[in-house]
C-alpha cells in the first residue's frame, strides 16, 4: 500500500508556531510506526504573497488536489492590509476551498468538561455542549457574481455583492447535515433569512424537499440567523446539528466556538463530494485565525490544531485508535492543569505553545507504554 500524502500549510501569524508543535506530535505517531504518511509542506496566505505574489501558487494548488488529506494553521494579519484585494491572504484560504471543491465545513463547538469554567456563558449553560455547524463553504455571498465597487455617474462609489444559490448547492451541503444528524441527535435546525431573503426562501423550500424525500426520520426546525445567534446564547443545548450557507455560517460558527470558552480548542473539517472510490477531499484547520496580536510571541495555542490533526486521523483515515490516543493525551494534558494563557484559570500559571507540545507528546509517550 502506498502511503497516505498529506500536505501541511502552515500560513501566517501564530501559524507557523503552532505547527512546530503540531509537526512534533505528527513525528511521534511516525516514529512509533502508527502512521506512515507521506508528509510536505508548502506556502499559503501572507507566507506565500511574500515569496511568489500570489497567496497560493498553483504548484500548491496541485500538492493539495492530489493530497490524501491537507492541514492547514492559518492565515492573514496586518502586514497584507494594504497588498491588493485579489492577492490578499484569505483570497488563498477561498481558492483553496474552490479548488479542492470543499463545499461542506464541519465546525463543531464542543465543550471539554475541563473547560467548562472557562466559557463566559454560566457553566451550567455549556457543559456537555455539543453542536456541530455545517457551513456551506462554496456559494453565497463571499463567491456570488456580480461583486465590485463602482463609481456611479453622481460621483459617488457603490460597493456589492450577490447572495445566490442554486437547489444542487443546496442539496449537496444539507446532505451533509442529515447525514451527521442521522449518527448524532437526529435534529437539524437550517438557518436562513427567508423573512427578507430570496435565497433564503428557497434555501428554507430545498431542505424541506430533501428531508422529505430522504430524511423523514430526522428532525427538521427552520430559524432565522439573528434568532439563531440569540438562541446560541440563551440556550446552546437546543440544537444538534445547523446547516446554514456561508456568511451566516461563518458568523454563527465564531459565535459557537466561544461558547466553549476557547476558539483556541476547536478544530474544524472542510470536505468535498465523496468519489466513487469512496475518496473524499479534505481540509483540517482550527476555527481560530493568524492572531498577530501574539504571534512570534510563543504563547499561543497549538490544541486546536492538534485536534484537527485527530479529526483527520478519524475522519479522512479512520484510524480510531490513532484519533482516541491523541485526545485523550489533550484532555488528561488539560486536566492536569498545563494551560496556555487563552485557557488559564484562576490558580493556574499559562505555559508556551512549546511547553504545551512538550506536554501532549509526554502524555502521548506516557498513555503508549
Ligand atoms: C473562516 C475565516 C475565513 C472566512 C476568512 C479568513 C476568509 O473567517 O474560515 O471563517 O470568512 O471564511
Ligand atoms: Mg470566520
Redesign the pocket.
Known amino acids: 500500500m502506498t502511503a497516505k500524502k498529506i500536505l501541511l500549510l502552515p500560513g501566517d501569524g501564530i501559524g507557523t508556531e503552532v505547527t512546530a508543535e503540531l509537526r512534533k506530535v505528527i513525528d511521534w505517531f511516525q516514529t512509533t510506526q502508527r502512521t506512515n504518511f507521506d508528509l510536505s509542506e508548502d506556502l499559503i496566505g501572507g507566507a506565500s504573497y511574500d515569496v511568489h505574489g500570489t497567496p497560493l501558487t498553483a504548484a500548491a494548488i496541485a500538492k493539495a488536489k492530489s493530497a490524501d488529506a491537507v492541514i492547514l494553521a492559518c492565515?492573514?494579519g496586518p502586514k497584507w492590509d494594504k497588498v491588493p484585494f485579489a492577492v490578499r491572504p484569505?483570497a488563498g484560504?477561498?481558492s483553496i476551498r474552490k479548488e479542492m471543491g470543499l463545499f461542506a465545513n464541519l465546525r463543531p463547538a464542543v465543550v471539554f468538561d475541563v473547560l467548562a469554567g472557562a466559557s463566559t456563558l454560566k457553566a451550567d449553560l455549556v457543559a456537555g455542549l455539543n453542536i456541530m455547524i455545517v457551513r456551506e463553504l462554496l456559494g453565497g455571498v463571499?463567491f456570488g457574481e456580480p461583486r465590485g465597487i463602482e463609481t456611479l455617474p453622481n460621483g459617488e462609489r457603490r460597493g456589492f455583492n450577490t447572495q445566490s444559490y442554486t437547489t444542487s448547492e443546496i442539496h449537496r451541503v444539507a446532505h451533509v447535515a442529515f447525514e451527521l444528524a442521522r449518527k448524532r441527535g437526529n435534529k437539524v435546525h437550517s438557518v436562513e433569512k427567508a423573512n427578507v431573503m430570496e435565497s433564503g426562501i428557497l434555501w428554507r423550500e430545498e431542505v424541506i424537499k430533501l428531508q422529505q424525500s430522504t430524511y423523514k426520520d430526522v428532525e427538521l426546525l427552520h430559524m432565522y440567523a439573528d434568532n439563531c445567534a440569540m438562541q446560541l446564547v440563551r440556550n446552546p443545548k437546543q440544537f444538534d446539528v445547523i446547516v446554514t450557507d456561508n456568511l451566516f455560517g461563518?458568523v454563527l460558527?465564531?459565535l459557537a466556538s466561544m461558547l466553549t470558552g476557547s476558539l483556541g480548542m476547536l478544530p474544524s473539517a472542510s470536505l468535498g463530494a465523496k468519489e466513487a472510490s469512496g475518496r473524499q477531499a479534505a481540509l483540517y484547520e482550527p476555527i481560530h485565525?493568524s492572531a498577530p496580536d501574539i504571534a512570534g510571541k510563543g504563547v499561543a495555542n497549538p490544541l486546536a490544531l492538534i485536534l484537527s490533526y485527530a479529526m483527520m486521523l478519524r475522519y479522512s483515515f479512520d484510524m480510531t485508535a490513532n484519533a482516541d490516543l491523541l485526545e485523550s493525551a489533550v484532555q488528561n494534558v488539560l486536566a492536569a492543569g498545563v494551560r496556555t494563557r487563552d485557557i488559564v484559570e484562576a490558580g493556574q500559571t499559562p505555559v508556551s505553545t512549546i511547553a504545551m507540545g512538550d506536554a501532549v507528546l509526554k502524555e502521548l509517550a506516557r498513555l503508549a507504554a
Do not use: F, I, P, Q
Open positions: 492565515v492573514g484569505e484560504l477561498l463571499y461563518d460558527s465564531d485565525g
